[in-house]
């Protein structure tokens, strides 16, 4: 709540443009002062200082409200992801005012699934849309303009078929470009602006990871609890703004090794594909990357993973209000696909901690020689 701006709080314009001129913007910024320097910075008197601390406090501190306010305000509170199983299983689909975090390995439709959200926020409500705009955080230059408009056209071809809707859906996805930690942290304080000026309902960071994980080798001293509170930060900013404006935030994380002692509970060999599997004595595995940490500061994990060279899953490793469950899916040109009967979906296996939850990656293929032509054509046409 600190990251709130002042100008959203009761403070007149001028003040607010005093304190910009000192660089104070946030109501973190002003509670970090004594009253004394507020009065130096502000031009006002003691008094006058000591009330303008109270008034940012109250405006930036957390209201209480009751279980039943909340369970009222259930309708519209969800945001429907177009996957009927698992929105059936998280009532309604992605929680607004919080954080959804997509982990898993490279090719597993991590952006492909973000970019498919991005088109269905833009819909109209009569649509199961938000009618929004969408505001997308990229790290790794991995969003593509051509996929959002194949995805929307593929996926709704009856309404997307005027060129005009395709224009004006195109144009509510604002696309930001961050390549560094700096550049990210600097973003994410100006997204409340942002979120405002663009009518924004849905902010994706794609991906979390990405940035942090090259500037920051955790074998160096000092570097791990850097990191540590550089991603609590954004965690906390993040928060603010998906509870503040009640929009669902969409993160996409990546995956490491563990190499602890630590097995996972479930006596699954992770990593077969295809006749190839991980040796049981193997102590590493593979698991979402950030540490257990980071895994406690978002609200609901989806691990997305491999079953073979051509089917994937999505498994609901943590929510507050799903069980663990575990979903077939495919991508396909129109995005993420559940395949067989939607109604038929479950667990498959007994969860663990999420932040320890072991992932399924792609460490090989099979292939037989004497169908390889076939093959190979199969694998030209999937997507990644």
């Not at 002003?30 to 405006?59: D, F, I, N, W």
């Not at 602890?260 to 599997?277: H, R, V």
């Amino acid at each position: 709540m600190g990251s709130k701006k002042l100008r959203r709080t009761n403070l007149s314009a001028e003040i607010c443009s005093r304190l910009n001129s000192h660089r104070i913007e946030t109501c973190r910024d002003l509670l970090s002062l004594t009253p004394l320097e507020v009065m130096r910075v502000a031009g006002v008197s003691y008094s006058q200082a000591c009330q303008l601390l109270k008034t940012t406090s109250q405006a930036c501190a957390p209201k209480m409200t009751t279980a039943l306010e909340l369970w009222r305000q259930k309708t519209g509170l969800y945001f429907p992801t177009s996957l009927a199983a698992l929105d059936r299983l998280l009532q309604g689909g992605l929680a607004c005012g919080t954080l959804t975090e997509v982990t898993g390995p490279s090719g597993c439709g991590k952006s492909q699934l973000c970019m498919m959200l991005s088109v269905l926020a833009t819909l109209p409500h009569s649509m199961g849309g938000l009618d929004r705009g969408v505001l997308y955080i990229d790290t790794e230059s991995a969003f593509s303009a051509e996929r959002l408009v194949e995805i929307a056209q593929s996926r709704f071809p009856d309404y997307f078929s005027v060129r005009e809707r395709v224009e004006e859906m195109a144009s509510r996805v604002h696309l930001f470009r961050e390549l560094t930690c700096r550049d990210v942290q600097s973003r994410l304080q100006n997204l409340e602006e942002d979120i405002i000026s663009c009518r924004a309902g849905l902010v994706v960071l794609d991906s979390v990871a990405s940035v942090v994980r090259k500037e920051f080798d955790p074998s160096l001293p000092g570097n791990l609890a850097h990191r540590s509170n550089l991603l609590g930060q954004q965690a906390a900013t993040l928060k603010y703004l998906a509870q503040e404006f009640s929009i669902p935030v969409v993160l996409t994380n990546q995956i490491t090794t563990n190499l602890s002692d630590l097995k996972p509970a479930t006596s699954f060999k992770w990593n077969s594909l295809e006749g190839s599997s991980l040796a049981a004595e193997d102590s590493g595995y593979v698991t979402a990357a950030l540490g257990n940490t980071w895994s406690h500061s978002v609200n609901t994990r989806l691990i997305v993973q491999y079953v073979d060279a051509h089917c994937r899953q999505i498994i609901v490793a943590k929510s507050p209000i799903a069980a663990f469950a575990v979903f077939k899916y495919s991508i396909q040109s129109d995005g993420i696909r559940l395949e067989g009967d939607d109604d038929q979906a479950g667990p498959s296996h007994q969860g663990t901690d999420p932040g320890l939850q072991p992932i399924r990656v792609r460490s090989g293929f099979a292939c037989n020689l004497t169908r390889g032509s076939s093959a190979i054509r199969n694998m030209r046409g999937s997507y990644s």
